[in-house]
């Protein structure tokens, strides 16, 4: 066990060398993101000063929302995203069957050995807007909302993470799973917005199939005392649990595609 | 001596689309898609002794990419059992790959980016070799290899054959019993091949290391495997020595006499002229163990013969006149049973 940790530790160490390697491309890198990211919340924030509210949230209290879903995506997306995005190039350039070759589970050699420091942008974006936001919305601080926020925070990137792995494990069987990517990110765009706001099909969808209203929506409604509809009281425990539960699924449909792998290129 | 590898009556079949034509035939492909078994492994049996280097070979689509995966834990065999030091390697796919060394020519496990040593330092620990072991392999093999005037610079910067000098050097940095090898010199010049040929043919020599290695390069084969295992269409044509296949496959070995004055027509027991003008005259040799003293002492005395040469058929050459003959040809050819000697 010390071994494989100490194995994944030098993987991320590698990454990281050699990101730094290129490091204009990194600093380019950072301040896109924090440029894109600056403007979806200006137009959000924009969408408040206008109209005060959006569906009862306020603005300091949809900034803790956002700040924690940039916080808890960019924590499962470092280590997942872009290499996993890459999986159809993966498989078909024969690149994974190189991974199959090596003693190590290669879903972890993918992630520890593409721990991406790109997202260092996000997450001083997500700590800034929730350290601007946390004095503002007038929570009670106790063991348990403390342990909300950040059993939350972790529950968010493993469903980030997990929802990534599912997704690229369509690769191993089908060949293909950039159009998965371009479905996912469709539903993550909706995760931005608190569920509430969406008609009770979506808000649904979000808590269920597609557990993104497990990345800010609930932990932030629990934090703030808010209703959360369909769970009820149960959405504490929802929220802590959604994240492993999401890993267990993910691990479970990973096997499940490996074992039908039937090679790439060459 | 007992057999690490073997392969029993193996068969790899995938499932291919059928593409129909015309816009129509795409509509009726993406609404009720028609797919075909394709046979890229087919009934194939051998077995490999430890120590032994075989050649794998056979023309693009043989299967002998679907086999080596078999053997190395990446696809399980449709058919059929595949045993690698008495493990079945996908079910037992991380301890297998501990024991084996793998080379896709195509390939790198090298990181870009990052120095040498550092691939070297990850497969140490990936491998979890022991720093004795992984200190002697390393300053043995970077010798055998010259690897040590470029270990510290970026991959990037290294050459196609620096490359792959390296990746062949960290595949056998963990001790494996076998080494497979997938086209190890493809795209090499002619001096980086003749490294690559002459450490595989010393590690199989002095470590007992097995090999297995395909090549479309036949002067890899002649020169680090005494064994080849020929396939084509996914069926095993032969598995034997380098004389038996010549001898199975009909290549000949062809004389070259030349005389001092026109020897107007030469008559030789146990050749068949084959052409010549002048003063040359070619023959084919019948295969029938002669030595070369002794065809010529069956030339008549009056013979003034200036010089003689005597060419080996290359692989090339036994199966170029396989595949030229195949479409007339009976039934396919095994030159040895399945279990070595």
Sequence with gaps: MRETLSLLFYLVRLRVRT?????????????????????????????????????????????????????????????????????????????????????????????????????????????????????????????????????????????????????????????????????????????????????????????????????????????????????????PFASLAAGPLAVLAAAAFWRFCLRRYQGGGG | MAAIISAEGVGKVFQQRVSQPGILGAIRSFVAPVTRPVHAVADITFSIAAGEAVGYLGPNGAGKSTMIKMLTGILTPSVGEVTVLGRKPQQERVANARDIGVVFG?????????????????????????????????????????????????????????????????????????????????GLDVVAKDVVRKFLSRINRERGTTIILTTHDLQDIEEICPRLIMVDEGRLLFDG???????????????????????GEVRLVGARPSGGEGLLREFLLEDDGRSLVQLLAALEASSDVRDVRLHEPSIEEVIRTHYQSKGSAPAPVTGRPAVPA
């Design chain 1, 19 to 235: 990101r730094l390697e290129f490091r204009a491309s990194l600093v380019i890198a950072w301040t896109a993101q924090g440029f894109g990211y600056a403007g979806v919340f200006t137009s959000i924030w924009i969408i408040l000063t206008r109209f005060e509210n959006i569906g009862g949230w306020s603005w300091p209290q949809m900034a803790l929302f956002l700040g924690f879903h940039t916080l808890g995506y960019a924590l499962g997306a470092c280590f997942t995203l872009v290499q996993l995005r890459g999986m159809e190039e993966i498989v078909r350039g024969g690149e994974f069957d190189m991974l199959l070759v090596r003693p190590i589970n290669p879903w972890a050699y993918l992630v520890f050995s593409g721990f991406n420091i790109e997202y260092g942008g996000h997450i001083l974006l997500g700590l800034g807007l929730i350290v601007w936001a946390l004095p503002q919305v007038g929570i009670v601080w106790s063991l348990p909302s403390a342990l909300m926020l950040f059993g939350g925070l972790i529950s968010s990137a493993f469903i980030t993470a997990s929802c990534i792995t599912v997704v690229s494990a369509c690769a191993l069987v089908l060949q293909r799973a950039r159009y998965l990517f371009g479905l996912y990110f469709d539903f993550w765009e909706l995760s931005r917005y608190p569920a509430s706001i969406f008609a009770p099909v979506f808000q649904l969808a979000l808590l269920t199939v597609i557990p993104l209203g497990y990345m800010a929506y609930v932990p932030v409604s629990v934090l703030l005392g808010r209703p959360v509809p369909y769970l009820g009281a149960f959405a």
């Design chain 2, 106 to 186: 195509q390939r790198t496990q090298l990181w870009w980016d990052l120095p040498l040593s550092d691939s070297f330092e990850l497969h140490r620990r990936l491998y979890r070799v022991p720093d004795a072991l992984f200190s002697k392999n390393r300053a043995a093999l970077s010798d055998m290899m010259e690897l040590t005037s470029f270990i510290e610079r970026p991959v990037r910067h290294l050459s196609l054959g620096q490359r792959m000098r390296a990746e062949i050097a960290m595949a056998l940095m963990h001790d494996p019993k076998i080494l497979f090898l997938d086209e190890p010199t493809i």
């Design chain 2, 241 to 263: 020595t380098l004389p038996a296949l010549r001898k199975s496959f009909g290549a000949r070995r062809r004389l070259t006499l030349e005389f001092s004055g026109d020897p």
